[in-house]
C-alpha cells in the first residue's frame, strides 16, 4: 500500500512545485482583501446594522460571492471611529467603506443632499431610475472625486414618517415655537416657520419627547419609531412623510483602495449593494406595515396626513432653501438641476402609471 501510493503522493508534490513556479502570474487574481467598513448607526440597528439588505447582510453577499476573496468587517458606531466621522476616516484611508447617508456630509459639500433625500423628492421606484439610469450615480461620484472617494447606493428606508407631536397641527402657526428634533434640510424649512429645531442623536430623542424638553420629533417610519418608544411619548402621527420621501443608504468607498480591487471584486461590491437596495427597502415595507397596524390598534396612535395648507407651506419654504443652495454652489446647482429635470419627467410618467394604479385600480 505504502509502496503503490508513493508515486501518486510524489505527483502531487511535483503539482504543487509547478504551482509555486507560477505564483506571482496568479498573484494579483488570487489576492485576498481585507477591508474595514464602519457605519453611523449603532452594532444591532435593524435595518442599519442588522437584518436583509443591512451592512452586516452586505459584507456577508460580498464575502460569500467572492469565495472570500474580498472579506469586509462591520463596525458599528463608536466601535472604531464615532458616528459622523466616516467621511474622513475613507477619505484618508483609514477605513475603506463607510456605511451611513449622504447627507450626513452636507457640510463638506452640500450637494451630497440629493443623494439621500431632497424634501418633495422622488419616491423609492424614481430615486433608483435617477441613480442608476439617469446620471445620478455618475454625479455623486463627480461630487466625492475632490475628496478621492466613490459611492453607490446600497439600501433604502421607502417614505419615512413626518413624525410624532403631542398636539394636533390645524394650521401653520401650529408650527411657531415647536420644539422639534428633525435634522437636516428638513430642519432649515422648518425653521423658516417658526419651529425651534433640535438636533438629537436616535437615542435622547424619546427621553427628551417623554419630559416635554420637545413637542415633537421625526426619526424614520413606524418600526423604527416603534422601536424607540415614540408613540409612548406623543400620539399624533404625522404620515406625510414629505422630508424624506425615499432614503437612500450610501456605500462610501476610497477611491485608491477601489482602484486596488480587481474588476470582478468591484462588480461583486456593486451587485450586491444594488441587491441590498431592494431588499433592505423589502424589508421596510414588510416591518412598517406590520408595525403602523399595531401602532393604530393596539397602541392608541393617531395616525393623519398634514393639512393641506401646512404641506403647501413646507413646499414654498422648500423651494426658496433649496434655490439659496443652489446660489451658492455651482456643483450643486448641477446636482440639482439633473434631479429636478429627472423629476420632471418621472412625475408626468408617474401620474399616469404607479399613481394611476394606486388610485383608480388598486381599490
Ligand atoms: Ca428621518
Redesign the pocket.
Known amino acids: 500500500m505504502t509502496t503503490s501510493s508513493f508515486p501518486a503522493r510524489r505527483g502531487v508534490l511535483k503539482a504543487g512545485i509547478a504551482g509555486a513556479l507560477s505564483v506571482p502570474v496568479l498573484a494579483s487574481a488570487q489576492s485576498t482583501f481585507n477591508w474595514k467598513m464602519t457605519s453611523a448607526y449603532p452594532k444591532g440597528s435593524p435595518f442599519y446594522m442588522d437584518g436583509p439588505g443591512s451592512a452586516t447582510d452586505l459584507a456577508k453577499r460580498i464575502r460569500e460571492m467572492s469565495g472570500g476573496k474580498l472579506n469586509i468587517q462591520v463596525f458599528g458606531a463608536g466601535e472604531l471611529i464615532p458616528a459622523f466621522e466616516g467621511f474622513d476616516a475613507v477619505r484618508a484611508g483609514t477605513v475603506e467603506m463607510n456605511h451611513a447617508n449622504s447627507y450626513f456630509w452636507t457640510g463638506k459639500t452640500f450637494a451630497a443632499q440629493y443623494f439621500t433625500a431632497v424634501p418633495f423628492g422622488l419616491n423609492f421606484q424614481g430615486v433608483n431610475g435617477w441613480l442608476y439610469d439617469g446620471g445620478g450615480i455618475e454625479l455623486w461620484n463627480e461630487v466625492y472625486a475632490p475628496f478621492g472617494m466613490v459611492a453607490m447606493p446600497c439600501g433604502n428606508t421607502g417614505v419615512?414618517m413626518t413624525g410624532w407631536f403631542k398636539k394636533e397641527i390645524k394650521t401653520v402657526a401650529d408650527l411657531k415655537g415647536l420644539k422639534m428634533r428633525i435634522p437636516g434640510l428638513a430642519g432649515k424649512v422648518y425653521a423658516s416657520l417658526g419651529v425651534d429645531v433640535k438636533v438629537l442623536p436616535g437615542g435622547e430623542i424619546f427621553p427628551a419627547l417623554e419630559r416635554g424638553v420637545i413637542d415633537a420629533a421625526?426619526?424614520?417610519g413606524p418600526f423604527q419609531d416603534r422601536r424607540l418608544g415614540l408613540h409612548k411619548a406623543a400620539k399624533n402621527y404625522y404620515t406625510t412623510g414629505w422630508h424624506?420621501s425615499a432614503?437612500v443608504s450610501e456605500l462610501l468607498i476610497n477611491k485608491a483602495a477601489w482602484a486596488k480591487l480587481p474588476k470582478e471584486l468591484q462588480a461583486i461590491v456593486e451587485n450586491a449593494a444594488a441587491a441590498c437596495n431592494v431588499i433592505s427597502e423589502g424589508w421596510c415595507q414588510k416591518h412598517n406595515s406590520e408595525a403602523m397596524e399595531d401602532l393604530i390598534k393596539n397602541q392608541g396612535v393617531i395616525a393623519r396626513p398634514l393639512p393641506d395648507a401646512v404641506i403647501a407651506a413646507l413646499r414654498t419654504e422648500t423651494t426658496k432653501v433649496l434655490a439659496e443652495a443652489v446660489a451658492k454652489d455651482a456643483m450643486t446647482k448641477k446636482v440639482h438641476d439633473s434631479y429636478m429635470a429627472f423629476k420632471a419627467k418621472y412625475d408626468r410618467w408617474s401620474e399616469v402609471s404607479e399613481e394611476a394604479y394606486h388610485l383608480k385600480v388598486r381599490g
Open positions: 419615512q421625526e426619526f424614520v424624506e432614503t
